[in-house]
């Protein structure tokens, strides 16, 4: 039951994590977000925009732009991605 708790609260912040990145790519890095395609949280994970953002999380290009809170920002994104997955996985099995 802690491990449910705990998965539920890492995917709540991953998710206000989101939405904090994208409004700060939106605000902060505009000629960015515009070059990913403007994502939003609202559109499908599969949507070309999401693809893009994840593309630019995942390959470290975010630290091309030496914003010191966008790169914690992406970080604590891949951590929780990593830490979600990694719980997911475990619940499924069972083995906890």
Known sequence: ????????????????????????????????????????????????PRLALNKFVWSLQFRSLNDPVLSLSCSAAMVAEIAVAFIFVVLLVGVV
């Open 1 to 48: 039951m802690t491990l449910m708790i705990i998965f539920f609260g890492i995917f709540a912040l991953s998710y206000a994590n989101g939405l904090w990145l994208n409004r700060h790519l939106r605000t902060i890095h505009p000629e960015v977000w515009a070059r990913l395609g403007e994502p939003s949280l609202a559109q499908s994970n599969l949507g070309a």
